[in-house]
């Protein structure tokens, strides 16, 4: 097999040896986003942390890991009061998304990772991955590189090292524009970055980390955000964004490569 992270630049013979191999290589479905990330920042930015993240996460694991290409769009109703937007429905991302986690699964793979880079595409990519586990039996989970979408792979080193305090983190916030100012320095102007906390912190719901949410609730994102920002775009530095990129690089191949290892049981039917 050729020495590549990307599934798709193997042939079809190289694809067949992968799937033979002993351990099998870890495979990543990507989605992510084209949407308003404030004034500073380029509406591509969800897809570049998550395929920057993934590449080097691929080099790292040494065949390991394949990743597809990235799927770059998602459910974004909600923010398109905002131009540029590119939004698709529920039920067509849930299917394409399933499948061609399906397709990967019916070549042989067994164990696939949806990793997801936008926050409202969280609830689809893991109904994808339970219907991919119903319909072809599988080991098939749903994670994020972005720790604006889910901080737990990185949450200590988040919470320690971040310097805009509560608030800070949600959206084109202080995370998301540091990773932006490591991988493409080139599409962040940070004169007009600003931090912008419009997002509600209740005893039960809470939008920032470290806490958790006792419920689930998305608004139009013009009703709480003035330029698209939920967080602290001002606080972000490079070296915060590599420091982050590099923990995230260095626990997501450790997650890879231990999630690889979750066996296929038999079925019992009890009736």
């Not at 600003?194 to 912190?201: A, I, P, Y």
């Amino acid at each position: 097999m050729k020495h590549t992270y990307r599934y798709d630049h193997l042939t079809w013979k190289e694809i067949r040896d992968a799937v033979g191999r002993q351990p099998q290589p870890v495979i990543a479905i990507p989605i992510g986003a084209v949407e308003d990330h404030g004034p500073h920042m380029a509406l591509s930015t969800d897809n570049d942390i998550l395929e920057g993240v993934l590449a080097e996460c691929g080099r790292r694991a040494q065949g390991d890991l394949l990743i597809l290409p990235t799927i770059p769009f998602g459910l974004d109703e909600h923010h398109m009061d905002f131009p540029g937007t590119i939004t698709v429905d529920i039920q067509t991302t849930l299917a394409y998304l399933t499948q061609v986690a399906v397709s990967v699964a019916r070549h042989g793979f067994t164990h696939i990772l949806i990793v997801n880079g936008h926050g409202s595409n969280q609830s689809i990519c893991d109904l994808a991955a339970r219907d991919c586990v119903i319909k072809t039996g599988m080991i098939c989970a749903a994670t994020t590189v972005n720790a604006a979408v889910d901080p737990s792979l990185v949450r200590d080193v988040l919470d320690a090292e971040r310097r805009g305090g509560p608030g800070s983190v949600g959206h084109a916030c202080e995370y998301e524009t540091a990773m932006m100012l490591h991988l493409h320095p080139e599409r962040v102007d940070m004169p007009l970055a600003r931090r912008d906390v419009g997002q509600l912190k209740l005893k039960y719901f809470n939008w920032d980390h470290p806490e958790p949410s006792a419920y689930a609730w998305q608004d139009w994102w013009s009703r709480f955000s003035s330029e698209g920002i939920a967080g602290d775009a001002a606080a972000a530095t490079p070296e915060f964004g590599k420091r982050m990129f590099d923990v995230t690089v260095e626990r997501f191949v450790e997650l890879a490569r231990e999630f690889r290892t979750i066996p296929i049981r038999p079925r019992r039917d009890h009736h």
